[in-house]
């Protein structure tokens, strides 16, 4: 029994496609229907394998974090790009 951060990169044909977290070299795929809580792309997660059964705990904390770095990137970013267009 192991328990492992991994991100959801997509959600594509009815498979929950989770890249493993930091280090981004492992996937995991989980049919959408097995998942009892709402997911969607970008949310952090710790999953445990029980025998051949997963139980998907979302990180609020870290996907909240994650997500206000990549909004604070993306206003860097178009603040550089607005500032070449001048």
Same mark, same amino acid.
């Given at each position: 029994?192991? %328990?492992?951060?991994?991100?959801?990169?997509?959600?594509?044909? @009815?498979?929950?496609?989770?890249?493993?977290?930091?280090?981004?070299? *492992?996937?995991? %795929?989980? %049919?959408?229907?097995?998942?009892? +809580?709402?997911?969607?792309? @970008?949310?952090?997660?710790?999953? *445990? *394998?029980? @025998?051949?059964?997963? $139980?998907?705990?979302?990180? +609020?904390? *870290?996907?909240?974090?994650? +997500?206000?770095?990549?909004? %604070?990137?993306?206003?860097?970013?178009?603040? +550089?790009?607005? $500032?070449?267009?001048?």
């Amino acid at each position: 029994m192991s %328990s492992t951060k991994y991100t959801l990169d997509r959600i594509e044909d @009815g498979y929950a496609i989770f890249i493993k977290y930091p280090d981004e070299l *492992e996937q995991v %795929s989980i %049919s959408v229907a097995a998942i009892d +809580k709402p997911i969607q792309a @970008g949310d952090r997660v710790l999953i *445990e *394998e029980i @025998g051949d059964a997963f $139980h998907i705990e979302i990180l +609020k904390e *870290e996907t909240v974090q994650k +997500k206000a770095e990549i909004q %604070s990137l993306m206003e860097r970013l178009r603040r +550089k790009n607005n $500032h070449h267009d001048s």
